[in-house]
């Protein structure tokens, strides 16, 4: 969900802008209008926004395939790294505010429980460009529940367990997390059951694996990679799980190829066969390293956007340079590979993504 910087969402900062004041004045009337002290609702919303402005603010790489979803055993190790740890504190405070302001934890916990897993959902629906992940929910709900311990234990000691303008019902608390939980969760998982095919973890078979018009996300990503005037020659499926899980779609071109995963469009590999112009002198290193960053931010978001600046290889005979992203978080292979030529232009990428 984090695994994008600002140069891939740029829509990041405008979104949370609108949203925070949209938000903030909304809760600050009401705030007013029920004889409550504005300051916990304007706060809470201001954190509602920032968590729907960094979890549903698309990409630059975007996604074209069917929706779909990643679940299996290896979100525990995904919670202990960095991006998980980046996920849990999104939801830390949004928990915490929402006990201050409603004095309802349960309810507070369920409804932030249901958010991620709405959020999640509608990630792969929208063709954000994110990918929906159970991992994600699982690092979302363990910082809902740090937030929701840590605001229930500060009012408790704080002797404001009951608030002056709502009382503390416990009751009606259980109640109501049972209803978002139960109902809220329902649906969720309806719409999943309807829309989403469930991938499992490397090996297993995808329930629903319908997906069929690969060449709509084909001809965008050729477009893309290749400029106009390209000629899409052909498409096949193939299967390459030492890049990736899920099943891939690889395209031949006059002027390359690559291969995309068939249900969520992203981009595994490509390579650039069209020679390179005439007159073309070599770049500095550190050119070299802009050219292939920006086309990893741009084609590879997920890997290169939230990874450190990358490792680069000694030149190659020619001169070309080989550039290795890899993300901070260390749960699983996750990396990157880019070659760019003495030139300036990117010959080949290829990522890794197995958990």
């Given at each position: 969900m984090l695994e994008v910087s600002l140069s891939a969402a740029p829509l990041l900062f405008p979104a949370f802008a609108?949203?925070?004041?949209?938000?903030?004045?909304?809760?600050?009337?009401l705030a007013r209008r029920w004889g409550r002290p504005p300051l916990g609702p304007v706060?809470?919303?201001?954190?509602?926004?920032?968590?729907?402005?960094?979890?549903?603010?698309?990409?630059?790489?975007?996604?074209f395939g069917e929706p779909n979803c990643v679940f299996g055993t290896g979100g525990w190790g995904v919670a202990h790294g960095l991006q998980g740890a980046l996920n849990l504190a999104l939801y830390v405070p949004l928990a915490a505010l929402g006990v201050w302001v409603f004095r309802r934890p349960l309810s507070v916990l369920a409804g932030c429980v249901l958010l991620s897993a709405?959020?999640?959902?509608?990630?792969?629906?929208?063709?954000?460009?994110?990918?929906?992940?159970?991992?994600?929910?699982?690092?979302?709900?363990?910082?809902?529940?740090?937030?929701?311990?840590?605001?229930?234990?500060?009012?408790?000691?704080?002797?404001?367990?009951?608030?002056?303008?709502?009382?503390?019902?416990?009751?009606?608390?259980?109640?109501?997390?049972?209803?978002t939980a139960g109902g809220g969760l329902a649906a969720v998982a309806l719409v999943v059951w309807l829309y989403v095919p469930l991938y499992g973890p490397a090996g297993h078979t995808p329930p629903r694996p319908d997906v069929t018009d690969v060449r709509a996300p084909a001809q965008y990503l050729m477009a893309g990679l290749f400029g106009p005037g390209d000629r899409l020659e052909r498409t096949s499926p193939v299967t390459d799980t030492a890049h990736s899980v899920f099943p891939l779609t690889e395209a031949v071109t006059d002027r390359g190829r690559f291969r995309f995963e068939a249900g969520s469009g992203r981009l595994v590999s490509v390579e650039f066969t069209a020679p390179e112009a005439a007159g073309g002198g070599p770049r500095s290193e550190d050119e070299l390293r802009h050219v292939g960053t920006e086309f990893a931010k741009t084609w590879f978001p997920d890997l290169a956007a939230g990874a450190p600046s990358p490792t680069v290889a000694a030149p190659g005979p020619d001169g070309s340079r080989l550039l290795a992203f890899r993300p901070p978080d260390t749960a699983g292979t996750r990396l990157l590979e880019v070659t760019v030529s003495a030139s300036g232009r990117v010959r080949s990428a290829i990522a890794t993504r197995v958990r």
């Open positions: 609108v949203l925070g004041v949209l938000f903030g004045a909304v809760a600050f009337r706060l809470w919303g201001v954190a509602l926004a920032g968590e729907l402005a960094v979890t549903l603010a698309p990409t630059t790489g975007g996604s709405t959020t999640e959902v509608l990630q792969t629906v929208l063709r954000t460009g994110r990918l929906c992940d159970a991992a994600d929910l699982l690092d979302n709900s363990s910082g809902a529940l740090l937030g929701t311990v840590l605001a229930a234990a500060v009012l408790a000691v704080a002797g404001r367990a009951a608030s002056p303008w709502r009382s503390f019902a416990p009751r009606r608390d259980a109640l109501g997390a049972l209803t």
